[in-house]
Structure formats: structure tokens, C-alpha cells
């Protein structure tokens, strides 16, 4: 009985026991449960990082070819989306508030993290899209306006509770400008022309002359390493930024402002720009500027040299390196080719050219014609000069003539040039004689002048760019200028002469030079002289013959072929006569160069005297390059290539064959080829790994040893994903 009522106590103690376990474990859960939720509310907010979202930015802002800037690269007037991952609780709305700060050098702007969406394109504002709030990894928008200024910026980021700063982070963006936003004043409207004038990191520049247009191949290079950063660094170093630094950046909101400095920079004759010019001489202690085959070594030289000039270059390296910075920034760039580009030192609209009475081109005048001449056109708003002159605006970084104290030229609006509106802003007098120039040619006997003729349609006589998407040029010369008649852009100084025309008004005698073929390097130049006797009695003429070497922008040098002899007219008689210069009589002198060819006619009986002259180049030879499996072409794939070279000269050559390709290539491929004698032909295997996906430009040159001459080629290859 007691052992039983013993153990009933013992079961007793034990439920007591049991119960008093579970009440106050119970109690104790409770307890920090209540302590968990006030240590969290009352926790630091921290932030333990920020999160760019490179991808989606760079695909968001079309910036994905800068994809290996270790800088987030983005453009004006499209919001910035940030990530941010806090540590110590959640983001209260309620209590906490979060502001950044965007800098510039020292200029900055502090702006609150709201929950509206509404931005407005003229100043920067942040915020978080409410309806999609993560308290623990909110995103936050940036949104500059679509006049922010071009540069590198820093911005902080920073959290506040109830009105207490408690922690901020560091990061940084490059912020350029945004043709696809209508708000931005380089707003281009066609997407074609958008991915063209500032995507296309490829394309033709145009040399020569109207008689054999020279298609040479050109890499921009504007998402090559380093490229991006040299841009940015040519406004920092420019005399503008070290003059004053906060103005600088002010302005760089203004596409005409930066498109000065742009300019300016590309040559060093006022600060220290990208590139020395050089026409004559030697090239020994720098690059002969035929041989630089893109944009990306000059900038790159330039930059890593401390922003020493780099040596050489001329007009289309200067242009082509310009538009390399513009799209880089930006701002819609094309590269312009004018064929008799005038040269007026004097400003009165006029080029004086002199022959000798055997047809011997003469150095007498300071004025010149280029054979060609190349700068860049850049599109944007230009309100600063009224209504009507938006879009296309010509810059020139070639140092010619003084803008405003420095070397530069532009932007002279194309709409003004052609209207003559020479009291606009910048530099439309001296664009609008390098397009309308008349030309008097003067013919000197004993120093005396002894005919003189006038013409009006050689200069500017084409104008061209690259067309949208192709391969082949674009004559824009309608937008410069009033076209007289169709066939005006075409007109050469023989062909265009009339029969008013004064230099053979009283001769009675037409004569015109007219090539045969377009001359091909290895083969003989054939042209014809059409003569026609306008008077109804017989005539007897004294006929000279006369070819000069010269390079595109300077005099000719001396009479390397002449012909002399005496033709019988009879009356009203048109009589045409087949002459031809031979590859060994010019292959040696000419090279790259330009052929002057003139014929004078001496009237026997009358000594009156009548001149027709022509300049034509020698086409060259082209390397031909085929693609292994041109269908099969993919990212990080080996793929192959084989270029052929077939000798058209009349003797061996030998020489270095250079292979790039921005994409495709890192750096450069050479191969030294052995002499190859003449009609002979070499191939050359390469290979290479495309990095980039796209069309790209694989481009060949060979340099050959012998001759003053290179000889291209170049090959679209369309990369594709795996």
C-alpha cells in the first residue's frame, strides 16, 4: 500500500516537473523571439555591396563593344540600374532614405531616391520602381539627362535613418552621348545610320582621284583596349580641361563644344595632340602615314607614349583617327572624301595654275588643288546658328588654317556651306572655297601670259562618303553645292571644255585628253587626243605631250614621259589620235603618286595656242583574300584564311604582308615574303580567333621593299555564336 502510493507521488512530480519544463521553454522562445525582432529593428543598415549589372546595362545603353572597360560605359538620358545588398536588416521605406551623389571632378549633384518613376531628360534623378521592392536587395535607377556632360564619373551612394547618415558605397560609370535618344542633340533618327556612323568599327576611306576612285580599308577600332580610355584621356589633356577644368566639364554637355576640342586634339600643332602631320621628306623616325591601317595604334601610341605626337600622318589619317574619337563619345561620325579640294591662301575664291608652252605643269602660285582631300562630318543640333542647320556638320582636324587662334575647323553646318552662309559659325568661308573655288589657268611664254581659261566645275567636282551598310561610296557632293548638270560631278578639266570656252576661243582649235581605261598598275596607259579643227581652211599644229609625277596635295615634280611631233587638220576635220605611256616608263616614278598629263597645240601659221590637261592615278594591284569555311566562322573558334598576291610588275618585288583585324585578330600578323618575280603569285595561310561577334574587317597590306607603293585587300567575316 505505502509502495503504491509512493510511486503515484513520484508520477506526480514527474507530470509537475514536465509541465514546468515546457511553460518555460515556451517562455524562453517567446522570449528571443521578441529580442530577435527588436535587435533587427533597431540594427545598423549596411550596405555590403553594389552591384552595376554590367550585362543588362551594356545591353540597355547598346555600349556592349566596351564590354571589357573595367568602367560600367553608359549613355546619356537612359537610366542606370544598381543593386544593392544590405547586411544588418531590411530597408525600411518608413524610416530609412537613401540619396546619391554624382561627380564629376568637383562638380557634383546630390539627388533623393524616390518611388516615382517619372524622370525628367534635363536633370538627373534616382528611384526605385515600387512595385518592384526588395527591402533586402532593392535596384536603384539613375537617370541623367540627355545634356549631361561626356566624361568618367564617381558616385556615392548613401543611407540615411530617420534624417543620420549611417553608411555609403563607391562606385563609377563613363557617361557618353546617346544618338538613339530624341532628347540627346545628337539624336540620329534611322537605326541603320546609328549603327553605321557609330556601332560600324569598320569601313572604306576614299582616295585618289575622280578617274580612279581608291577604296582603302580602314579599322576604327573604337572597342579595341585601350581605345575608350584614350578618347577620354584627349579631353583631359586637352588646353581646354587644363585651363580650367569646371568649365570644361560644363560644356562637355554640348556636342559642338567637344567636337572643337576633338578637332583640335587630333593634330599637335597647338597642344599636344594625337598626331604630327607630314607631307615631303623622309618618314624614318616615325610611320609614312599610308602605311597606318587603323585608328587604334595611333591612340594607343599616343597614350602610352605619355601623350607625346605621334609621327606621321596626313588628311585621312587625321580624319579617320577623328572619327574613331567621335563615335567612341558618341556622337555620330562618317569620313567625307573631296576629289579637287582647293587650297585658297588668299580668300578670293580663286586657284591660279600655270603651265609652261610645252605643257610643263609650273610651281608659280601659292594656291593648290588637292588631288583629294578628307575630313569627317559629325550630325547634331546647331541652334546656336538658327533654324534650318541641324544635322551633317563639317570638322576638319587637318591643321590648314587658324579657327579662332588654334588648329582646327568646324562645325560648319553642310546646309550653310551650300547656301553660302558665310556669316554662320565655324569656318564655312574656308570649307565653301575648298568645295567652289573657280580654277584660271594661266599658260606663260617668256614670262609672258600667252592663254588663259577658266573653270568652274573642277573643284569639289565629287564629294563622297561611305554608303549605309555597303562597301562602295555615296556621292554627296548634291549637298554642298548646286549641281549645273548631271554629269557635272564627273567633268574632268579636258571634257569640260566648251567650245566659248576662252582658252580656245580664237585658236579655232578644240582639243580634248581622254583615258581609254582606267590605268591598272603593269599595264600601259592608254588615252586618246580628240582634236577638232573649227575653221574651214586646213591648219598645221605644233604638238607637245607632257606627263608629270605628283603627289596628291603638292605641285608636280619633273617631266617623266613627253611627246613632240606636228599635226595636219583639214578643214572642220576631227581627228583623234591614240597615244600610250608604257609600265617601264612609269612604274618607277609614279608609285602611289598622281600622274599631270598635258598636251599643248601650237597653231603654226598663227602661234595661238590651246591646252587641255588631265591627273589620273595608277590603280593598284589588290590582294585577294578567301575564308577557309566562310559559313562557319564562330566566336573563340580557329578558323582560316588565305591571302594571294599576283606580281603585275615588269620586275621581281619583295616586301612585308601585314594582316589585322579588329575582332579577329590581336594586334597584327607578319610575314616577309620573298622576292616574287613578275606574273608570279604567292599565297599566305593565316589563322585567327574571333572575338567579337558581328561583321568584322579582316584586312591585308603588303608593303613592298622595292617601290614607294602598298598594295591591299580586305574581307567582311560575319561572326556568329557557337
Known amino acids: 500500500m505505502e509502495g503504491e502510493i509512493c510511486l503515484q507521488s513520484s508520477l506526480l512530480l514527474l507530470r509537475s516537473v514536465r509541465f514546468y519544463l515546457q511553460v518555460n521553454t515556451c517562455f524562453v522562445f517567446i522570449s528571443i523571439s521578441f529580442l530577435n525582432v527588436f535587435l533587427l529593428h533597431f540594427a545598423d543598415l549596411k550596405i555590403k555591396n553594389v552591384n552595376l549589372e554590367e550585362s543588362k546595362n551594356l545591353e540597355r545603353h547598346r555600349t556592349e563593344g566596351f564590354s571589357g572597360s573595367k568602367t560600367l560605359v553608359v549613355r546619356r538620358g537612359v537610366p542606370i540600374r544598381v543593386s544593392v545588398q544590405l547586411e544588418g536588416r531590411a530597408f525600411d521605406p518608413r524610416t530609412d532614405t537613401l540619396r546619391i551623389k554624382v561627380m564629376l571632378g568637383r562638380l557634383y549633384v546630390v539627388m533623393p531616391v524616390t518611388f516615382s518613376k517619372k524622370v525628367s531628360p534635363r536633370c538627373w534623378m534616382a528611384y526605385i520602381d515600387p512595385e518592384d521592392l526588395n527591402p533586402q536587395n532593392p535596384s536603384i535607377f539613375i537617370s541623367s539627362p540627355a545634356s549631361a556632360a561626356v566624361g568618367c564619373y564617381g558616385f556615392q551612394l548613401y543611407v540615411f535613418n530617420q534624417g543620420v547618415k549611417k553608411t555609403c558605397a563607391f562606385s563609377k560609370f563613363i557617361l557618353l552621348c546617346n544618338p538613339w535618344c530624341r532628347e540627346d542633340a545628337v539624336y540620329i533618327r534611322f537605326e541603320d545610320q546609328r549603327e553605321e556612323y557609330i556601332q560600324n568599327d569598320s569601313g572604306l576611306l576614299f582616295i585618289g582621284t575622280t578617274k580612279n576612285i581608291v577604296s582603302r580599308p580602314w579599322s576604327f577600332d573604337q ?73 587604334g595604334d595611333v591612340l594607343t601610341q599616343w597614350a602610352e607614349s605619355g601623350y607625346s605626337p605621334v609621327k606621321y600622318g596626313q588628311c585621312w589619317v587625321f580624319a579617320a583617327v577623328m572619327c574613331t574619337v567621335m563615335r567612341v563619345l558618341g556622337i555620330p561620325c562618317r569620313v567625307i572624301t573631296n576629289f579637287n579640294s582647293a587650297h585658297d591662301t588668299n580668300n578670293n575664291l580663286v586657284i591660279e595654275e600655270y603651265y609652261s ?88 611664254s617668256e614670262g609672258r601670259v600667252v592663254s588663259h581659261s577658266k573653270d568652274t566645275e573642277r573643284v569639289g567636282s565629287l564629294i563622297c562618303t561611305k554608303a549605309v551598310g555597303v562597301h562602295r561610296h555615296q556621292n554627296i557632293t548634291g549637298d554642298y553645292k548646286f549641281i549645273k548638270s548631271p554629269n557635272s560631278t564627273l567633268s574632268s578639266r579636258s571634257s569640260a571644255m566648251s567650245e566659248d570656252s576662252t582658252l580656245s576661243r580664237g585658236s579655232g582649235v578644240l582639243v580634248v585628253l581622254d583615258l581609254c581605261k582606267v590605268p591598272v598598275a603593269g599595264e600601259p596607259v592608254h588615252f586618246t587626243m580628240k582634236v577638232k579643227n573649227k575653221h574651214r581652211v586646213a591648219k598645221r599644229m605644233k604638238v607637245h605631250l607632257n606627263a608629270q609625277a605628283k603627289e596628291y596635295n603638292h605641285s608636280p615634280s619633273d617631266t617623266f614621259w613627253e611627246r613632240h611631233g606636228v599635226v595636219q587638220l583639214a578643214p572642220m576635220e576631227v581627228k583623234v589620235i591614240h597615244q600610250q605611256i608604257l609600265p617601264a616608263e612609269y612604274e618607277n616614278v609614279v608609285g602611289d603618286d598622281v600622274i599631270n598629263l598635258a598636251v599643248v597645240l601650237e597653231d603654226l601659221a598663227s602661234h595661238e595656242r590651246v591646252l587641255a590637261s588631265e591627273e589620273f592615278n595608277i590603280a593598284s594591284p589588290q590582294l585577294a583574300i578567301e575564308i577557309a569555311d566562310p559559313d562557319s566562322v564562330v566566336l573563340s573558334r580557329e578558323q582560316a584564311a588565305i591571302v594571294t598576291f599576283t606580281n603585275p610588275f615588269s620586275y621581281p618585288v619583295s616586301g612585308v604582308l601585314t594582316v589585322a583585324g579588329a575582332g579577329l585578330i590581336q594586334g597584327k600578323v607578319n610575314f616577309r615574303m620573298l622576292p616574287l618575280h613578275p606574273g608570279g603569285s604567292v599565297m599566305q595561310r593565316i589563322t585567327f580567333v574571333p572575338t567579337k561577334l558581328g561583321t568584322k574587317m579582316l584586312q591585308a597590306r603588303l608593303s613592298l621593299s622595292d617601290i614607294n607603293s602598298a598594295i591591299r585587300g580586305f574581307k567582311m567575316v560575319s561572326v556568329c555564336r557557337a
Open 223 to 295: 572597342f579595341e583596349p585601350g581605345v575608350l580610355e584614350a578618347c577620354l584621356n584627349l579631353l583631359q589633356v586637352s588646353p581646354q580641361h587644363q585651363k580650367n577644368r569646371n568649365m570644361d566639364y560644363l560644356n562637355r554637355k554640348s556636342p559642338i563644344y567637344i567636337s572643337r576640342v576633338v578637332s583640335a586634339m587630333i593634330n599637335s600643332k597647338d597642344d599636344r595632340g594625337v598626331l604630327t602631320g607630314k607631307w615631303n621628306g623622309s618618314f624614318k623616325d616615325g610611320v609614312n602615314p599610308s602605311l597606318w591601317t587603323g585608328s
Open 357 to 444: 608652252e610645252t605643257g610643263q605643269k609650273l610651281k608659280y602660285s601659292n594656291d593648290s588643288i588637292w588631288n583629294f582631300h578628307v575630313w569627317v562630318e559629325c550630325w547634331m543640333s546647331r541652334r546656336d546658328v538658327g533654324p534650318g542647320m541641324d544635322g551633317w556638320q563639317v570638322l576638319d582636324p587637318t591643321p590648314q588654317e587658324r579657327s579662332g587662334g588654334v588648329f582646327c575647323c568646324g562645325p560648319a553646318p553642310v546646309k550653310a556651306i551650300k547656301d553660302r552662309r558665310i556669316d554662320l559659325f565655324f569656318d564655312i568661308p574656308f570649307v565653301y572655297a575648298e568645295v567652289n573655288a573657280d580654277v584660271h589657268v594661266f599658260m606663260v
